[in-house]
């Protein structure tokens, strides 16, 4: 059994809470019974005794900016840092960023503006725990980006809208995705649909979502970066 630890760095708004479960629900679902997942609520405060209680962490989404001026983010970081060749590591957007900026990269708000629907990455390097195949089409929802890539790192996956959409770390057993695998259509259209006064493209996004999608593909990636064996 495979322990992972998720970090859990914010929930969906509550009545999509109600309907869909929170994002560490999510990634439980996801991750299936080769993993016993333990959720801490790193907001609050809550992390393990130390980074090798688990074999692996999972940093969640969350509405946060890595620049906001929160308590919970420079603890976070510093918790990922400790972590560092102890345990391994995956980040999905908030996590995907907050890692970055860990590492030695750097996120902002970006001028492409919002990033939500079905976005399609081009794959550029693969890893091994990677298929062959050579896209990933897969739900986004996001405003901020990674503007200067972390100095171990390596772009697997990018897209125009999104360069640096999935990383490698080469020096440690680290991974993250600026996409959401754990996001089924519904859930990704409840949340366009609960944002729709800020977006200027939720028609189309939401029409996207219709078309065909390698959540499950990706995640299944993720369980085999973890360790499990091939679904």
């Known amino acids: 059994?495979?322990?992972?630890?998720?970090?859990?760095?914010?929930?969906?708004?509550?009545?999509?809470?109600?309907?869909?479960?929170?994002?560490?629900?999510?990634?439980?679902?996801?991750?299936?019974?080769?993993?016993?997942?333990?959720?801490?609520?790193?907001?609050?405060?809550?992390?393990?005794?130390?980074?090798?209680?688990?074999?692996?962490?999972?940093?969640?989404?969350?509405?946060?900016?890595?620049?906001?001026?929160?308590?919970?983010?420079?603890?976070?970081?510093?918790?990922?840092?400790?972590?560092?060749?102890?345990?391994?590591l995956v980040g999905i957007c908030f996590g995907h960023q907050i890692m970055a900026e860990a590492f030695g990269g750097r996120v902002e708000k970006s001028e492409r503006g919002w990033g939500v629907g079905l976005q399609r990455y081009d794959?550029?390097?693969?890893?091994?725990?990677?298929?062959?195949?050579?896209?990933?089409?897969?739900?986004?929802?996001?405003?901020?980006?990674?503007?200067?890539?972390?100095?171990?790192?390596?772009?697997?996956?990018?897209?125009?809208?999104?360069?640096?959409?999935?990383?490698a770390y080469e020096d440690q057993p680290a991974i993250s995705f600026q996409c959401h695998p754990e996001f089924d259509p519904d859930f990704a259209k409840a949340l366009i649909e609960s944002r729709r006064d800020r977006l200027t493209m939720a028609d189309q996004a939401l029409a996207s979502l219709d078309q065909p999608n390698d959540s499950a593909r990706v995640f299944g990636w993720i369980r085999r970066f973890l360790g499990a064996e091939p679904s």
């Open 1 to 88: 059994m495979i322990k992972v630890g998720i970090l859990e760095t914010g929930e969906p708004p509550a009545d999509l809470r109600e309907r869909f479960g929170g994002y560490g629900g999510m990634f439980q679902r996801l991750l299936g019974p080769d993993f016993e997942a333990t959720t801490y609520d790193v907001r609050s405060g809550e992390y393990p005794a130390s980074p090798d209680e688990q074999d692996a962490y999972m940093v969640t989404g969350s509405p946060a900016g890595v620049y906001d001026d929160l308590p919970w983010i420079p603890e976070l970081k510093s918790f990922l840092q400790s972590a560092k060749g102890k345990a391994k």
């Open 123 to 167: 794959v550029r390097s693969r890893a091994d725990w990677m298929d062959d195949g050579e896209t990933m089409a897969i739900p986004v929802s996001h405003q901020d980006q990674i503007v200067e890539q972390p100095p171990a790192s390596r772009i697997l996956a990018s897209s125009d809208f999104t360069p640096y959409g999935v990383l």
